[in-house]
């Protein structure tokens, strides 16, 4: 279907989810960490295991995670992530599942409620041991060139950035929360991710055999494009932006 009849379905919907990907955040100046350049071809990202085993582990995820806080200090939601955040007002929003790190969302006004952040997020630090949380800033802005890995000033456990680590398990509420979603949704809407890295493929395979429409949006072809009833290739603030326009004028 053309963006006409995609503009159609999604007015009358009050069960839309959104799955988010890297893709909408590029316009906020977030870089995808794995390109050239990217702070993870300058800092290694630490397997979990590694850092519960090693100190030395543990001192590069703080390098990593101090250099994305300089990085997230400066970044700010832009259209696509506000446009969501209208849907929620207008009480058409079930969901938002988002495989980002950098909090975007949630500083542009979706509420928790609405929100499932699969991989964990970047603006927080909590204890492994007691989970108590930590203020970012009162973490980051102690790490001088030279540190050790902080720890908890409650129990003496390991701090860590409250993103899920590889090899680290995925949370179970947060997945639970997605895959309902998934199989409830009518409109079914992909934003920003390449769809290639697992379980994040499978949710909208769910919402598709459960009956809802698929929308795939996203700057490159994906693998579940032949799956999908609407599919956009290009500029995802330039997506909202028509779809808004078609919106506005019923
Ligand atoms: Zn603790």
């Known amino acids: ?4 009849q995609f503009a159609t379905r999604v007015k009358t919907s009050r069960a839309v989810v959104f799955f988010t990907g890297a893709g909408i955040s590029t316009e906020s100046g977030v870089p995808d960490f794995r390109s050239p350049g990217g702070v993870w071809t300058k800092y290694q990202p630490v397997l979990f295991q590694d850092f519960l085993a ?6 590069q995820h703080w390098q990593l995670k101090k250099a994305t806080y300089e990085l997230f200090k400066t970044v700010e939601p832009n259209f696509a992530h506000l446009a969501i955040c209208e849907f929620e007002k207008r009480g058409q929003l079930l969901g938002l599942i988002t495989q980002n790190i950098d909090g975007l969302h949630k500083i542009a006004g979706t509420s928790d409620a609405k929100l499932v952040e699969l991989h964990g997020t970047d603006r927080l630090v909590t204890c492994l041991k007691c989970a108590k949380r930590y203020e970012p800033a009162d973490i980051y802005e102690d790490l001088g060139e030279e540190f050790t890995a902080p720890t908890c000033d409650a129990c003496g456990g390991f701090l860590k950035s409250a993103n899920v680590s590889f090899g ?3 949370p179970v509420e947060a997945m639970q929360r997605a895959q309902s979603w998934s199989e409830q949704a009518d409109i079914f809407v992909v934003i ?24 795939i949006v996203n700057r490159d072809p994906t ?15 330039d997506f909202f932006r028509r779809l808004q326009s078609k919106l506005g004028d019923s």
């Open 192 to 215: 920003g991710s390449s769809l290639q890295v697992q379980p994040a493929a499978s949710f909208p395979v769910i919402a598709k055999r459960c009956g809802a429409l698929l929308a």
């Open 223 to 237: 693998p579940l494009d032949d799956m999908a009833d609407f599919v956009h290739n290009g500029a995802i603030g």
């Open 54 to 59: 090693s100190e030395s582990a543990r001192i």
């Open 168 to 170: 680290q398990s995925m």
């Open 1 to 4: 279907m053309n963006l006409e």
